[in-house]
């Protein structure tokens, strides 16, 4: 164990005498300007932080709606996903545009329901076929074989 134990020992020992403080670490970091500008800049953000948090605590109403908003994502509020048109909102005309729309919808609904059935149908006749002529090939192979 002594001769495991002896590399760490005098890693410390070298660490120990070599080490900065903290205080000169950070003068040193803040000797040059670009370290000086991430380092102010990060005592920036750890105090709005720190102030979002406190306001948080403190139950601030307008605090909680932005909280709120971010982590609803914008799923929180109704959203249009469609212009209306204001002109024709509440009158005769757009109502019969409405049942107009209403009625071609149902109509490409039911057409999309008959190619469907349509495709479905055609392919089991197309299997069904596939097997029928797969079956009059091997009857004929084997009635050839018989012949020879």
Do not use: C
């Not at 070298?14 to 970091?29: G, I, V």
């Not at 039911?110 to 797969?134: Q, Y």
């Amino acid at each position: 164990y002594t001769l495991a134990t002896v590399p760490a020992i005098a890693y410390a020992m070298y660490w120990k005498r070599n080490h900065k403080s903290d205080e000169e670490f950070e003068k040193m970091l803040l000797e040059s300007s670009r370290n000086k500008s991430l380092i102010d800049g990060s005592r920036d953000k750890k105090q709005n932080m720190v102030s979002f948090f406190d306001a948080m605590k403190d139950g601030d109403p307008e605090q909680e709606a932005r909280m709120n908003q971010v982590l609803y994502g914008g799923k929180g509020d109704i959203k249009r996903h469609y212009a209306i048109d204001e002109s024709l909102y509440g009158t005769e005309e757009g109502a019969e545009q409405q049942r107009m729309a209403v009625e071609a919808a149902a109509e490409e609904q039911s057409s999309r329901a008959i190619k469907k059935k349509r495709r479905k149908k055609g392919g089991k006749k197309k299997k069904k076929k596939m097997v029928e002529d797969v079956a009059k090939d091997e009857t004929k192979s084997k009635t050839d074989s018989i012949d020879k």
